[in-house]
């Protein structure tokens, strides 16, 4: 790129505009780190208590795995640090996401600690904002897989209302291993092939 | 009578640059040398003039021994941004 300017007309100055904000629209980061670490942890976490109850594989303690959760938080703010560190540009769109998804943790971290009030009613509370992050994250990256899987959890949401605690957190563990792992690995597929 | 554009946004290298940061929080050096096409010497002196101009934030500071030139849009430069398209759009219509 030069830089007479003498030369330049109205018609250039607009198409210099229009290639450079082209150029600029495709860097919002398409990351599947998060949507595997997730899936995997949430999804251990809900398919792990369902049969630890279900074999009786002592059920009392079966509650902990959630513990997971905690390193995982860890594991993910040491990532995202490094991540912000090495990313070359920054978007609108990359901060509406990361602060979507720190939205939606806060919107979903009374039922977790509060569970008994909700009679453990927590996978048919949590998984709507859940399905919205996901949906909403679909739009932002323009990837449709993500559009189904946020639909998938709204729709495991609705069906959770009519069915006992123990059998949400198997729909849980479904809805998860579906709208959030699969995917997630279509978009690292994807990102593979793109790189 | 049409308006005189802007004659520090009216340079391809500063109009891409500028365009460039309209549409991201913050950008580094190398990606708007990348993005531009253009060598560093010139893209770094277009850069201060956009600095000089009170348009764009640059930053310097270091990610390990690496160093980094982090540039922003400031709210002067937005301004200056949207009187050039508004008034490129009056040259278009006339």
């Known amino acids: 790129m030069e830089t007479k300017n003498d030369s330049l007309s109205a018609q250039q100055s607009l198409d210099v505009i229009t290639s450079m904000i082209r150029q600029a629209q495709g860097n919002v980061s398409r990351s599947s780190f998060y949507f595997l670490l997730w899936g995997w942890v949430i999804a251990i976490c809900n398919l792990g208590m369902y049969f630890m109850y279900k074999l009786h594989f002592y059920p009392r303690y079966a509650p902990y795995i959630w513990l997971l959760v905690l390193p995982t938080y860890l594991a993910m703010f040491i990532y995202g640090r490094k991540q912000e560190k090495d990313r070359i540009v920054k978007t609108h769109l990359d901060q509406i996401s990361k602060w979507l998804w720190i939205s939606m943790a806060i919107t979903i971290a009374p039922a977790w600690l509060f569970g008994d009030k909700l009679n453990w009613m927590i996978n048919a509370v949590i998984m709507m904002p859940i399905g919205a992050a996901t949906f909403v994250s679909g739009i932002i990256i323009r990837f449709k897989p993500l559009l189904y899987g946020g639909i998938l959890f709204w729709v495991a949401g609705i069906t959770c209302y009519f069915l006992p605690p123990i059998d949400q957190i198997l729909a849980g563990g479904i809805a998860v291993v579906l709208g959030y792992l699969i995917p997630g690995y279509m978009l690292r597929n994807q990102r593979e092939k793109d790189a | ?94």
């Open chain 2, 1 to 94: 009578m049409l308006k005189e554009l802007d004659p520090l946004l009216h340079s391809q290298l500063r109009l891409g640059v500028m365009s460039l940061l309209m549409s991201a929080e913050s950008a580094e050096f190398v990606y708007l040398k990348e993005k531009t096409n253009s060598t560093a010497g010139n893209l770094s002196v277009q850069l201060d003039k956009l600095s000089e101009a009170g348009y764009i934030t640059i930053e310097k500071s270091f990610n390990g021994k690496k160093p980094l030139t982090t540039c922003k849009v400031t709210k002067k430069g937005i301004k200056a941004f949207e009187e050039y398209v508004n008034t490129l759009r009056d040259y278009i219509k006339k």
